[in-house]
């Protein structure tokens, strides 16, 4: 979302001791106690105390996505099979545990990125004991019937087409489909849209794709929250302990290194702000490298509001009405995609020319130490202001775990947040930020192709 090697397989959660906490270097950076706990069977379980008196969060962190995904005409599973996990067992037919869920005041969701399935149930300790049997059932033994299945594949197509009605999913494709050439990022999470329509016809391969991903050593379970942290571990253990699936092995495609810029344009076909993307491939991120944390403060630094970039092209010239980086951590090496939505289509070529003169000084001329400082702090503080509920908690921890692939993920990632050197981001842009390994994303709404104004 961890440098790729030539064949590249699908790493499981590190081995770890019967019952660990996190390293004490870690808990300066992180203000929760990590209790981590591997069953025989190779389920993570940490839990976190947290002081919210009788609420509880508990999070399922599956490690497949989208990146998963490599036999042809398969993708978008993962997204797929998150629909899925909600129709219920034997034993809690489908609609039943909600309805037991519901009963305690549970608020229950999940969602998929391109590296990760993430689950979570949030509400009254007083449920969690009869919660843990209830995740324990579906993760072990899902049921659903093929017109079950038919049924919620339309509805996943339903969502495509939802999503396709604005213009973000068809830069998001363009994108990848032209900056990787081998690499499964090359399609979304949604999948590819043939791939979509033929799901209803995949319905003994998605009972393959449960045995081969849904396995205990590919999970890892974060409770956060007021709760009794003996009991817990016992009743996960009784729940779970029974769980035997074994873990597959795959081998993701490595992209090969990009030698010349690329570009790709999008007509849209109604009117909206014309769009345009500078993105360039960068390593993945891992819990033993900066290279996650350098890009975050990179995307601040270049196009945050204290940036020169950000001050002339939307407070000034008023060329652009906003600039982000979509930095999200990655699993294997993806993209720094800078995303400007133009005011107006007249201002592309200045634009562009400004992002460009801003990534070259950075790769020439010395990072203005005091301004990374302040913005290592202001990003470390709001991240940690963030934690305010065991939710909080327990999806970040999720999510960074899930893709660097340790339960103590989170707080490494802090600790480099902070420890940047300016000299760091240096030579990562002149490294990565170079015009070789850049593609370029154009999007024209169509009032503006035809010779008008959006």
Same mark, same amino acid.
């Given at each position: 979302?961890?440098?790729?090697?030539?064949?590249?397989?699908?790493?499981?959660?590190?081995?770890?001791?019967? !019952?660990?906490?996190?390293?004490?270097?870690? *808990?300066r950076f992180f203000p929760y106690t990590l209790n981590t706990t591997r069953l025989p069977n190779g389920l993570t379980v940490v839990r976190v105390p947290f002081n919210s008196p009788g609420i509880v969060a508990y999070v399922t962190?599956?490690?497949?996505?989208?990146?998963?995904?490599?036999?042809?005409?398969?993708?978008?599973?993962?997204?797929?099979?998150?629909?899925?996990? +909600?129709?219920?067992?034997?034993?809690?037919?489908?609609?039943?545990?909600?309805?037991?869920? #519901?009963?305690?005041?549970?608020?229950?969701?999940? +969602?998929? @990125?391109?590296?990760?399935?993430? $689950?979570?149930?949030?509400?009254? @300790?007083? #449920?969690?004991?009869?919660?843990?049997?209830?995740?324990?059932?579906?993760?072990?033994?899902?049921? $659903? !019937?093929?017109?079950?299945?038919?049924?919620?594949?339309?509805? /996943?197509?339903?969502?495509?087409?939802?999503?396709?009605?604005?213009?973000?999913?068809?830069?998001?494709?363009?994108?990848?489909?032209?900056?990787?050439?081998?690499?499964? $990022?090359?399609?979304?999470?949604?999948?590819? $849209?043939?791939?979509?329509?033929?799901?209803?016809?995949?319905?003994?391969? !998605?009972?393959?794709?449960?045995?081969?991903?849904?396995?205990?050593?590919?999970?890892?379970?974060?409770?956060?929250?007021?709760?009794?942290?003996?009991?817990?571990?016992?009743?996960?253990?009784?729940? &779970?302990?029974?769980?035997?699936?074994?873990?597959? *092995?795959?081998?993701?495609?490595?992209?090969?290194?990009?030698?010349?810029?690329?570009?790709?344009?999008?007509?849209?076909?109604?009117?909206?702000?014309?769009?345009? /993307?500078?993105?360039?491939?960068?390593?993945?991120?891992?819990?033993?490298?900066?290279?996650?944390?350098?890009?975050?403060?990179?995307?601040? &630094?270049?196009?945050?509001d204290t940036s020169p970039a950000y001050k002339e092209l939307v407070l000034e010239k008023q060329y652009v009405e906003s600039l982000n980086v979509y930095t999200t951590p990655h699993r294997d090496p993806y993209l720094f995609p800078?995303?400007?939505?133009?005011?107006?289509?007249?201002?592309?070529?200045?634009?562009?020319? /400004?992002?460009?003169?801003?990534?070259?000084?950075?790769? #020439?001329?010395?990072?203005?130490?005091?301004?990374?400082? !302040?913005?290592?702090?202001?990003?470390?503080?709001?991240?940690?202001?963030?934690?305010?509920t065991p939710r909080d908690v327990a999806i970040d921890l999720a999510l960074y775990a899930g893709v660097m692939g340790r339960p103590d993920a989170l707080a490494s990632y802090l600790k480099q947040l902070g420890s940047v050197t300016?000299?760091?981001?240096?030579? +990562?842009?002149?490294?990565?930020?170079?015009?070789?390994?850049?593609? /370029?994303?154009?999007? @024209?709404?169509?009032?503006?192709?035809?010779? #008008?104004?959006?």
């Open positions: 979302m961890r440098r790729l090697l030539p064949l590249l397989l699908l790493l499981l959660m590190p081995a770890l001791p019967a !019952s660990a906490q996190q390293p004490p270097d870690a *808990s962190a599956v490690r497949v996505g989208s990146r998963n995904e490599v036999e042809p005409g398969r993708t978008g599973f993962a997204h797929f099979f998150e629909h899925m996990m +909600f129709k219920g067992t034997k034993a809690n037919p489908e609609g039943q545990r909600e309805r037991i869920l #519901g009963g305690y005041g549970f608020d229950d969701n999940a +969602f998929t @990125t391109d590296d990760i399935t993430v $689950y979570q149930v949030y509400g009254p @300790t007083a #449920g969690l004991e009869k919660l843990i049997a209830l995740e324990a059932d579906r993760f072990q033994n899902l049921e $659903y !019937s093929e017109p079950a299945f038919q049924t919620e594949a339309l509805a /996943v197509l339903g969502e495509y087409h939802k999503n396709a009605a604005g213009p973000d999913l068809k830069l998001e494709e363009a994108l990848a489909k032209t900056a990787f050439k081998r690499h499964t $990022y090359q399609h979304t999470t949604l999948g590819f $849209y043939e791939d979509i329509q033929a799901m209803p016809k995949a319905y003994e391969y !998605s009972r393959s794709f449960f045995e081969r991903w849904y396995t205990p050593a590919n999970t890892t379970l974060f409770i956060v929250g007021d709760f009794n942290d003996a009991q817990v571990v016992a009743q996960v253990t009784q729940a &779970y302990g029974g769980w035997q699936r074994q873990a597959t *092995s795959i081998i993701i495609p490595t992209e090969p290194p990009q030698t010349a810029q690329r570009s790709v344009h999008v007509d849209w076909p109604q009117p909206t702000q014309p769009r345009h /993307v500078l993105a360039w491939h960068t390593p993945a991120a891992r819990a033993d490298t900066p290279d996650a944390a350098i890009q975050t403060l990179l995307a601040e &630094y270049l196009v945050g800078i995303d400007a939505t133009l005011q107006d289509e007249k201002h592309r070529a200045a634009v562009d020319a /400004v992002l460009r003169r801003e990534v070259t000084a950075l790769s #020439g001329a010395p990072v203005d130490a005091a301004r990374l400082r !302040s913005i290592q702090d202001h990003l470390r503080y709001g991240l940690l202001m963030d934690l305010e300016p000299q760091q981001i240096t030579l +990562f842009a002149r490294k990565y930020l170079e015009d070789k390994n850049l593609t /370029v994303l154009t999007l @024209t709404p169509k009032a503006v192709a035809a010779g #008008g104004t959006p």
